[in-house]
């Protein structure tokens, strides 16, 4: 079975599973010739509804035969040709780095007449909020965008631990929490890991690792250049005294921002890049300090899967696949993935804050 067929196969609850291969078996056999009336009945389909099956089977095999899974998110409702939009994506292309909350800002700032004087403190609020969500969307449709990315990849890493909406079943509830490694400009998940609130250092090792793995394989990293370095962003797990490990990676990176527990908050830098969910899964940075308390009335609001460990992780192994996917291709047309080094000036910096977190 192929790798991705198997992050597919691996996220479906059990109880789903026999749907899903009775619907294998029956686009297969139909693909062989076999009659359709028998076949559709054994996917539980209507003809019609099963043709469209065997059409969503050839274009994304197996993750179409999952109900919803290849259905696409909603877009901000502002028209290609706002020029609210094009200004947005003017000022993200002339400094693909900055916070999504300083384009919404100098936004107001050029175009006053959207937060009048008179106006009171809401109006001017949600204005702000209005304007971060385009610039957040805009954001997301650029990383799809092979010029701007081939521009500006490899400028900066985000290493961000953050809780998710997935709740953990045991003898305590809670909800699970990940460790995110990103590179900025493409929004693409280079690495990343999913466990317990009190793993933060481990998770976010695992990430790095799995960073590594991923540039190695794809071949996706740049050149090492001199003077050249990538900046990052890092959200120290709560647990460790920051001092030593930020002294530690300072001479290996470019600007570093470092946030702790308390001040600079768990999972806002993925939320600036990609927005409130990786995949389908809504990310609950808010969440990440108090993730095992509540979980009753968590879920009496929410709606979230109660899985084991070993199945979260399996869920958010192909969540982060779906979100990476336009990712990875927008990387492939700008003569990045696969046409990179597999060693380079992002990995010399993942290393850095790898050997960093290493234990006492």
Excluded at 230 to 253: A, F, N, Q, R, T
């Amino acid at each position: 079975m192929p790798s991705r067929d198997r992050v597919v196969l691996d996220a479906v609850p059990a109880a789903g599973r026999r749907q899903l291969l009775d619907r294998l078996e029956a686009v297969w056999r139909a693909e062989q010739g076999e009659p359709l009336g028998p076949l559709a009945d054994l996917a539980g389909l209507k003809r019609a509804a099963f043709y469209n099956l065997r059409v969503a089977w050839r274009a994304h095999s197996l993750a179409g035969l999952v109900p919803h899974d290849t259905r696409s998110g909603r877009r901000v409702d502002v028209g290609d040709d706002s020029p609210l939009r094009k200004e947005a994506e003017t000022l993200l292309r002339a400094n693909p780095l900055s916070r999504n909350v300083d384009v919404a800002r100098a936004m107001i700032d050029a175009n006053p007449e959207l937060v009048p004087d008179d106006a009171g403190p809401n109006h001017g609020l949600t204005v702000l909020q209005r304007l971060q969500r385009l610039v957040g969307d805009e954001r997301r449709r650029l990383t799809a965008d092979a010029a701007f990315v081939r521009a500006a990849y490899g400028g900066e890493l985000v290493l961000d631990l953050t809780a998710v909406q997935i709740v953990l079943d045991g003898a305590e509830r809670s909800l699970a929490v990940a460790a995110i490694l990103m590179e900025t400009a493409s929004g693409i998940v280079l690495g990343s890991a999913l466990g317990m609130k009190d793993d933060g250092r481990s998770l976010q090792r695992d990430a790095l690792i799995a960073g590594l793995s991923f540039l190695s394989l794809n071949s996706a990293d740049l050149p090492p250049l001199r003077d050249v370095t990538p900046g990052l962003g890092w959200m120290l797990p709560p647990d460790i005294e920051p001092d030593s490990l930020v002294g530690l990676v300072e001479p290996h990176v470019g600007e570093l921002m470092a946030g702790r527990a308390g001040g600079f908050s768990f999972g806002q830098q993925v939320l600036q890049i990609v927005g409130p969910r990786i995949g389908r899964t809504p990310l609950n940075p808010r969440r990440t300090l108090t993730a095992d308390m509540e979980i009753d009335e968590y879920l009496k609001r929410r709606v979230a899967p109660v899985v084991t460990l070993k199945e979260a992780r399996a869920i958010w192994a192909r969540e982060v696949e779906r979100h990476n996917a336009d990712r990875v291709s927008a990387l492939t047309k700008a003569g990045i993935v696969s046409a990179g080094v597999p060693d380079g000036r992002l990995a010399a910096v993942i290393r850095a804050v790898l050997t960093a977190l290493q234990p006492a």
